[in-house]
């Protein structure tokens, strides 16, 4: 599979904001977000071809807990759900990040989705805009991930009339739980992160949502492998 970065850092965003964990980022995603903050696994996929075995050596190297899959669109990878068991095998706490646009059967504790809405399609002189709206939105794999696992949802949020979509997205699953959705600001730097997540923060409360801190950008800044 092609793998674009390993690395030791903390998980920056959700539930588990703040443990320390493995990333593993494979290459490659069926969607082309404009403010994709990782375009490395995207727009411009790259990588190297490692194998199952390789990556749960390196891993489990670490002596960490806690392993997050994430991409691009990890489920994309069959060999991903290889991957997962193996290393569920091993002890660790898995977390799989994903858009929810792919149903793959594999190993979870935490099934961390971010659905891809309206506010997410490029420019349509990119080539991507129509294909990324049609496969943005797949209310099947959303029900299946969300019945079948433990999971969060971690929505981008770039402007306040964002929210409206976000709570219409959610009147279609009736059965999600308020309590595990998540306002995420769409920044990459840590002035705007801030501006943002002082308007998200009260407008979660309000609908019974949470508040999605972005702490690697708070903490690093944008920079790759953390």
Same mark, same amino acid.
């Not at 903050?37 to 749960?56: A, I, K, M, Q």
């Given at each position: 599979? /092609? &793998?674009?970065?390993?690395?030791?850092?903390?998980?920056?965003?959700? !539930?588990?904001?703040?443990? #320390?964990?493995?990333?593993? !980022?494979?290459?490659?995603?069926?969607?082309?977000?404009?403010?994709?903050?990782?375009?490395?696994?995207?727009? @411009?996929?790259?990588?190297?071809?490692?194998?199952?075995?390789?990556?749960?050596?390196?891993?489990?190297?670490?002596?960490?807990?806690?392993?997050?899959?994430?991409?691009?669109?990890?489920?994309?990878? +069959?060999?991903?759900?290889?991957?997962?068991?193996?290393? *569920?095998?091993?002890? +660790?706490? &898995?977390?799989?990040?994903?858009?929810?646009?792919?149903?793959?059967?594999?190993?979870?504790?935490?099934?961390? &989705?971010?659905? *891809? !809405?309206? @506010?997410?399609? #490029?420019?349509?002189?990119?080539?991507?805009?129509?294909?990324?709206?049609?496969? /943005?939105?797949?209310?099947?794999?959303? @029900?299946?991930?969300?019945?079948?696992?433990?999971?969060?949802?971690?929505?981008?949020? =770039?402007? #306040?009339? =964002?929210? =409206? =979509?976000?709570? *219409?997205?959610?009147?279609?699953?009736?059965?999600?739980?308020?309590? !595990?959705?998540?306002?995420?600001?769409?920044?990459?730097?840590? @002035?705007?992160?801030?501006? *943002?997540?002082?308007?998200?923060?009260?407008?979660?409360? +309000?609908?019974?949502?949470?508040?999605?801190? /972005?702490?690697?950008?708070?903490?690093?800044?944008? +920079?790759?492998?953390?």
């Amino acid at each position: 599979m /092609r &793998i674009a970065e390993v690395f030791h850092s903390i998980q920056g965003e959700g !539930r588990l904001t703040g443990v #320390p964990s493995v990333f593993i !980022r494979t290459s490659g995603c069926n969607l082309r977000c404009w403010f994709c903050d990782t375009p490395y696994t995207s727009w @411009n996929p790259e990588g190297e071809e490692r194998t199952v075995h390789s990556l749960v050596e390196e891993t489990t190297a670490f002596h960490c807990g806690h392993v997050v899959i994430t991409g691009g669109e990890p489920m994309l990878v +069959k060999d991903v759900a290889d991957l997962a068991a193996r290393l *569920k095998d091993a002890g +660790k706490h &898995i977390t799989i990040e994903t858009a929810g646009t792919v149903d793959l059967n594999l190993p979870a504790d935490l099934m961390s &989705i971010s659905p *891809k !809405r309206a @506010n997410s399609t #490029p420019n349509p002189d990119t080539g991507w805009a129509e294909r990324h709206d049609a496969r /943005r939105h797949r209310p099947d794999v959303i @029900n299946r991930l969300t019945t079948d696992y433990d999971y969060q949802l971690k929505f981008v949020v =770039d402007r #306040p009339d =964002d929210l =409206d =979509d976000v709570a *219409k997205y959610l009147e279609e699953f009736p059965h999600l739980d308020p309590a !595990r959705v998540y306002l995420m600001p769409q920044a990459i730097d840590r @002035n705007p992160h801030a501006e *943002k997540c002082a308007w998200l923060g009260d407008a979660a409360e +309000k609908r019974g949502w949470k508040l999605c801190r /972005r702490l690697h950008i708070e903490l690093f800044g944008n +920079k790759r492998g953390t």
